[in-house]
């Protein structure tokens, strides 16, 4: 078997926080800036510090031609990781061997000057990523061509839209040709259409087999489509390594379990929502898969129904990774509004669940002729998973067309006071 690619051994990286006292007063001032001074040779009083380790006793390997996702919650060391595998940075303890050549997509756009032209820009980002002049020119039209900014090739880069300017340095960056490449979060750029042109050149890159890929993201989406494994970080230590299915199951079921469940926000004297959840095969759920029937239920308590004498509508929201997916509102379309009563069930059925891998929050509203009544944001957080959306017994790799919404509504008053 040949060797790792890389191979991180006991790895830990220590920074030490300094901590000063507060001055309110000019003597205060004063006497801080002198003190500044004198601190060069030695601490002088009031300072304090204390150690924070970003990252402790962290061992894993990358065969040559895998593509390892690093997932985790923001601080959990993920981007000391890459500054410590990119030599931006030295490990307090432990040993990183990298058996190749190196880029890191860190940042992007690093190194482009706002003077220089885009074409003067595509020579001189490529040179700090590493890239020959020879390299460059070779790839030069096939960045331009990606970038899609010919026509302002010649415009110093001050004058791009910040759209223009992500595009020109993605594309740069993309075109890198290493044995090791190490990325961190470079495919939230530009908008929709190219951020899918970005994925579809990063599964290029993938599926090559021929570099080996650190991918850093918050996309699980992506994550599930780009990597084979993954590393999953928590507070700087390594919590699991293994096959990117199972591990992005984890994680989304720890986020959701740690989350407490919000308060309405919006609260009418009269109407409470005793319970919202998520429901597969009848049972409450936190995991659901594509291509199963998924039911969303509301249940309200009324002090006075004759209040609302045409009746309550209803209506549920989504949002994956912090985006709005869609809305299932009960009054669009089917006209439906559910009798009042002192207590009451609504339910929207969706038949077959379009959703990839993503963590979604649900947030639920009860309405009474379009105003709203109660409003509950992230009622529930839920995981979506790859299921056997077609029943043809397999999972399907990447399921295209799959924002099949249908839903029907159903309501069941229980019991009347």
């Given at each position: 078997m040949s060797q790792p690619a890389i191979s991180v051994s006991g790895v830990s990286k220590r920074y030490v926080i300094q901590h000063e006292s507060q001055h309110d007063t000019l003597r205060d001032s004063l006497h801080h800036s002198a003190r500044k001074l004198w601190r060069r040779f030695r601490w002088g009083t009031g300072f304090t510090s204390e150690e924070f380790w970003a990252l402790r006793d962290i061992n894993f390997e990358v065969q040559p031609g895998e593509v390892v996702g690093i997932i985790g919650r923001n601080g959990a060391g993920k981007s000391t990781l890459l500054k410590l595998l990119s030599r931006i940075t030295e490990p307090t303890t432990g040993s990183i061997?990298?058996?190749?050549?190196?880029?890191?997509?860190?940042e992007v756009g690093t190194g482009f000057h706002p003077e220089l032209s885009g074409r003067e820009n595509i020579f001189l980002n490529g040179a700090i990523l590493g890239m020959s002049r020879a390299e460059i020119r070779r790839k030069f039209d096939e960045i331009v061509a990606f970038a899609e900014v010919e026509k302002f090739l010649d415009t110093p880069v001050k004058r791009y839209s910040s759209g223009m300017y992500v595009r020109l340095a993605f594309a740069v960056a993309a075109h890198l040709?290493?044995?090791?490449?190490?990325?961190?979060?470079?495919?939230?750029?530009?908008?929709?259409?190219?951020?899918?042109?970005?994925?579809?050149?990063?599964q290029d890159i993938a599926r090559g087999g021929e570099r080996t890929v650190?991918?850093?993201?918050?996309?699980?989406?992506?994550?599930?489509?780009?990597c084979?494994?993954?590393?999953?970080?928590?507070?700087?230590?390594?919590?699991?390594v293994g096959p990117t299915a199972p591990l992005l199951r984890e994680y989304l079921t720890t986020q959701i379990t740690g989350a407490t469940r919000p308060k309405a926000v919006r609260q009418h004297p009269e109407i409470e929502v005793t319970e919202v959840d998520v429901l597969v095969d009848g049972r409450s759920t936190r995991d659901v898969t594509t291509g199963s029937t998924v039911?969303?239920?509301?249940?309200?308590?009324?002090?006075?129904?004759?209040?609302f004498p045409s009746g309550f509508e209803a209506s549920f929201i989504l949002y994956g990774n912090g985006q709005k997916l869609t809305n299932f509102w009960s009054n669009a379309g089917q006209g439906t509004a559910f009798p009042a009563s002192h207590t009451g069930r609504i339910v929207c059925r969706v038949p077959r669940w379009p959703f990839r891998t993503l963590s979604i929050d649900l947030e639920a509203h009860l309405n009474y002729r379009l105003a709203n009544l109660v409003e509950i944001p992230g009622a529930v957080q839920f995981n979506s998973m790859d299921g056997d959306f077609y029943g043809r017994g397999v999972i399907p790799h990447h399921a295209e067309g799959m924002m099949l919404l249908d839903h029907r509504w159903d309501y069941t008053t229980t019991t009347d006071a």
């Open positions: 061997k990298l058996r190749g050549r190196v880029a890191s997509l860190l040709e290493p044995e090791i490449l190490i990325v961190d979060e470079v495919l939230a750029v530009g908008d929709a259409q190219f951020q899918k042109k970005c994925l579809g050149k990063m650190l991918f850093v993201s918050h996309n699980m989406a992506a994550v599930s489509q780009l084979n494994r993954c590393v999953y970080l928590a507070q700087g230590t390594v919590c699991s039911v969303f239920v509301l249940c309200y308590r009324c002090l006075c129904p004759d209040s």
